[in-house]
């Protein structure tokens, strides 16, 4: 892989970028970013990852294997419409918008061009990504297989078919947040509870990553596990029962159907767009 052009300066950008030079996937001076305005954010990436930054559009195409479309969806239309000149059939796209189609990408630069839509997640920044990929005919066996590198290079790639990454950008795109979420309401209380703040993180974050290595080794399922920890009239019991009455695994139930529905809607608002013009 020679040079790689990413579009798009923020958190997922920098996720990737972190990820992928960190397991040497491309070298940094291969690197090439842009965003839309916010020069300092480009000087930060540029300064933090050795990678360059421009505005200058013939800088940052040219001689491109891959470019990683990074803008939010209600950017898309005008982002790739400002580049589609510089986008070619040799280059391979990957886009990781929510809920973007391949083939509203293909609408927006007009032309036809080998598209990967690919649903990662912010833990690509520690090489822990849980990604989603589909991909479109044109996409070639060699960039099939630069995509699964690259994309391993930052966790675990699976690939999936295009209808199912709504249900992934809600189950794991979003998933981090959802367990930050869990780790907030856990430190809230045990500061409640008497304990140290940073005590408690350490005890915290062990216990999600063992309890994370257990489901992954285990061949018990999550409700035997869970079991194991609750002894009759003790106090997971008595914890567990607060969660029940609360309704909170309908809670989170309802939260992943809620974030797959907005992934899909932000696809179909986008693509409504382009009706339009
Ligand atoms: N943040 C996350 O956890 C994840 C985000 N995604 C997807 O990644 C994409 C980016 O999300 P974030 O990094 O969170 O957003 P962000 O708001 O942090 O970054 C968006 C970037 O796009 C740039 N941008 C906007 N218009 C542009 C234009 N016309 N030309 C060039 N750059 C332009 C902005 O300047 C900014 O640098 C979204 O489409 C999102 O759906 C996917 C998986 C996880
Ligand atoms: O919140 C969002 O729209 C993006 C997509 C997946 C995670 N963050």
Redesign the pocket.
């Known amino acids: 892989m020679k040079k790689m052009t990413i579009v798009g300066g923020g958190s997922?950008a920098e996720a990737i970028i972190s990820g992928i030079l960190e397991n040497g996937f491309v070298k940094q001076k291969n690197v090439w970013v842009t965003n839309q305005s916010n020069q300092e954010r480009l000087q930060y990436l540029e300064k933090r990852y050795g990678i360059n930054g421009t505005y200058d559009l013939q800088t940052l195409f040219d001689g491109t294997d891959i470019v990683i479309l990074a803008m939010?969806?209600k950017d898309a239309a005008q982002a790739i419409a400002k580049i589609r000149g510089h986008l070619s059939e040799q280059m391979l796209i990957v886009s990781v918008l929510?809920g973007v189609s391949l083939q509203t990408i293909e609408r927006i630069a007009g032309k036809q061009l080998a598209v990967v839509r690919a649903?990662p997640?912010?833990s690509a920044a520690v090489g822990k990504s849980a990604t989603a990929i589909a991909v479109n005919e044109r996409v070639s066996k060699s960039q099939l297989e630069t995509t699964r590198k690259l994309f391993e290079t930052v966790g675990l790639a699976t690939f999936v078919e295009e209808e199912q990454l709504d249900a992934v950008?809600g189950l794991s795109?979003?998933g981090p947040?959802y367990i930050y979420y869990l780790i907030e309401a856990m430190e809230n209380s045990a500061v409640e509870i008497g304990l140290e703040k940073q005590i408690a993180k350490q005890l915290i974050v062990q216990t999600l990553i063992g309890a994370a290595e257990m489901v992954r080794s285990s061949a018990k399922p999550p409700e035997e596990l869970r079991r194991e920890v609750t002894s009759p009239g003790g106090t997971t019991e008595a914890g567990v029962r607060i969660l029940e009455e609360n309704g909170v695994r309908q809670a989170f139930i309802s939260c992943i159907k809620a974030?797959a529905t907005?992934?899909k809607k932000?696809g179909d608002a986008l693509s409504s767009e382009l009706k339009v013009y």
């Open positions: 997922m939010k969806p929510a649903m997640n912010t950008t795109g979003s947040a974030a907005q992934s932000m």
